[in-house]
DNA sequence: CATAAGAGCGACCTCTTGGTTGCTCATTAC
DNA sequence: GTAATGAGCAACCAAGAGGTCGCTCTTATG
């Protein structure tokens, strides 16, 4: 019984959105949407960083299970978690459609 | 012309996710969400966080267009602006759809 | 086997973040 | 008019983030 997409509450997602408050961070992720899973030092190519740098944001990137990885050798191959994304989407929709909902609301009672 | 509403790119999203990772401004949204604008000194009842505290993350909210103020009187009243947050919603719609839509091509091939 | 390639680990540095306190200013209430 | 309330501003602080370099380890490749 897996608990990998259960719903996000303020605690859990706040990491999952700072782990996408970085630009460089959400460039791997859009690296890693565009076609297959990478190993480090070709996500570090024209990344203008260090190989380690982008390490560390790739650890980021796991820690928040926006990403996953796997050892194929001597590389580590990083694949993004569309799901993960899904769950940030939806966090943000709710918190827009309750808003929308007040104002709704609101204006009905405004209305009589 | 407003040019409020067009999409975010990996440049202009990184500061609203980064404005929306922290658990304390998630608070202050999930207040806001709830209902009417808010004052500070509200906003700050019950969040564990001196007036200026509230205040600074306020600011940042307000920066990335999260929240809008208004001075009315002695108080600022802050409305949390829902169609930011479809903006940030739809960049990991777009970020996932691509994904989904990569590994869907890929596994098509493999059929083959 | 020797070497190259991919990655991990630790030390280090600087700038930013999240938070505080203290004081001042403006507006409302008494 | 005086007090109380709401907010702004500046200084300060500790901890974390983002980045580097240097060295080691492991896994191919020739």
Known sequence: MSRRTRELNATTAAPVFAA?????RLALL???????????????RGMGLSRQGVTKHLTILEQTRLVTSERVGREIRFTLQSNRLGEAKRYLERASQQWDDAIGRLQKLVEK
């Open 20 to 24: 996408l408050g970085d630009r460089k």
């Open 30 to 44: 859009a690296r890693l949407a565009n076609g297959q899973p990478q190993s480090i030092v070709q996500l570090t």
